[in-house]
């Protein structure tokens, strides 16, 4: 494995020490792939997913850079989990800096409401 990503694994796992998600308070989990961006809301106390968007999906992720797609995904989070009445939040940013598209995702679940 690669020192970078075996990095990023070993700073995710000391970060899952210390946070878990409850129905209550689910854990949002960013993954990000090179090209594509992963957001869902878990219940770690259950073992499920409570609400997910991702930029696979076609409305999402029509144009733009994958900044302004990051942004648009944590948007559609925001509002799937309003719908659901979840308001509060814990931020999983999967071992990877809070900069860039994890930092654009965040930012944009906020001003749906989402408190973390």
Not at 13 to 22: L, S
Not at 63 to 74: E, F, M, P, Q
């Amino acid at each position: 494995m690669d020192t970078k990503v075996r990095s990023r694994v070993r700073r995710h796992r000391r970060v899952r020490k210390k946070i878990t998600g409850t129905a209550e308070r689910p854990r949002l989990a960013v993954f990000r792939s090179n090209k594509h961006i992963y957001a869902q809301l878990i219940d770690d106390l259950a073992g499920r997913t409570l609400v997910a968007a991702s930029s696979v999906e076609g409305e999402i992720a029509k144009d733009g850079d994958k900044k302004s797609v990051a942004g648009r995904v944590g948007k559609v989070l925001g509002e799937r989990a309003k719908e659901r009445g979840i308001t509060s939040i814990v931020f999983d940013r999967g071992g990877r800096l809070y900069q860039g598209r994890v930092q654009s995702l965040a930012e944009a679940a906020r001003e749906t409401g989402l408190k973390f």
